[in-house]
T-cell receptor, first 114, second 113 residues
Framework: AQSVTQPDIHITVSEGASLELRCNYSYGATPYLFWYVQSPGQGLQLLLKYFSGDTLVQGIKGFEAEFKRSQSSFNLRKPSVHWSDAAEYFCAVALYSSASKIIFGSGTRLSIRP | EAGVTQFPSHSVIEKGQTVTLRCDPISGHDNLYWYRRVMGKEIKFLLHFVKESKQDESGMPNNRFLAERTGGTYSTLKVQPAELEDSGVYFC???????????FGQGTRLTVV
């Protein structure tokens, strides 16, 4: 079955600390992998996506993600978080690069400690 | 350029009533998608329009939900009659085609009481 698992429901990190959000997926074909962010009162914004090539993907707002095929993982990282990074983060997979039948994880809420 | 716009941002209705959500995609985007996040659950795909045609409606939960996109521009999603379990956030997204990035709206939070 196709699924995305985000094991951490809520994470709190101190401002300036590093961040890693975990994501594992199960998908029959080779999927597109995405990370989206939803800030309070905002829509879903695409942070980055991966399909092929370099397994370390750079995104917006200083985020990056690493694809590990052997672990079926696509973890999101940021070396130093800012208070404005407080939001909910969603890992997702899809057959296409658009929004066609995206399968989302349950989300990880990130809080920033001053 | 305006993004994807959804109306209303928040709706509170009583069980059994009807609610219509609207989505205005980015101008020129033929593809329009509806998703929803029921409380505590994942964001789930509902359906996909290409212009005015339903390309895929496999995610529509039941026949109380009706989506339309007359003229291939804006889309509406009607829930009739609404049930308590329909509460959640309904997202709309649009893309130029199936292979280009989709942009999401801010969502409509529906509360059925």
């Amino acid at each position: 079955a196709q699924s995305v698992t985000q094991p951490d429901i809520h994470i709190t990190v101190s401002e300036g600390a590093s961040l890693e959000l975990r994501c594992n997926y199960s998908y029959g074909a080779t999927p597109y992998l995405f990370w989206y962010v939803q800030s309070p009162g905002q829509g879903l914004q695409l942070l980055l996506k991966y399909f092929s090539g370099d397994t370390l993907v750079q995104g917006i707002k200083g985020f990056e993600a690493e694809f590990k095929r052997s672990q079926s993982s696509f973890n999101l990282r940021k070396p130093s978080v800012h208070w404005s990074d407080a939001a909910e983060y969603f890992c997702a997979v899809a057959l296409y690069s658009s929004a066609s039948k995206i399968i989302f994880g349950s989300g990880t809420r990130l809080s920033i400690r001053p | 350029e305006a993004g994807v716009t959804q109306f209303p941002s928040h709706s509170v209705i009583e069980k059994g009533q009807t609610v219509t959500l609207r989505c205005d995609p980015i101008s020129g985007h033929d593809n329009l998608y509806w998703y929803r996040r029921v409380m505590g659950k994942e964001i789930k795909f509902l359906l996909h329009f290409v212009k005015e045609s339903k390309q895929d409606e496999s995610g529509m939960p039941n026949n109380r939900f009706l989506a339309e996109r007359t003229g291939g521009t804006y889309s509406t999603l009607k829930v009739q009659p609404a049930e308590l379990e329909d509460s959640g956030v309904y997202f709309c997204a649009s893309s130029h085609d199936r292979h280009t990035e989709a942009f999401f709206g801010q969502g409509t939070r529906l509360t059925v009481v």
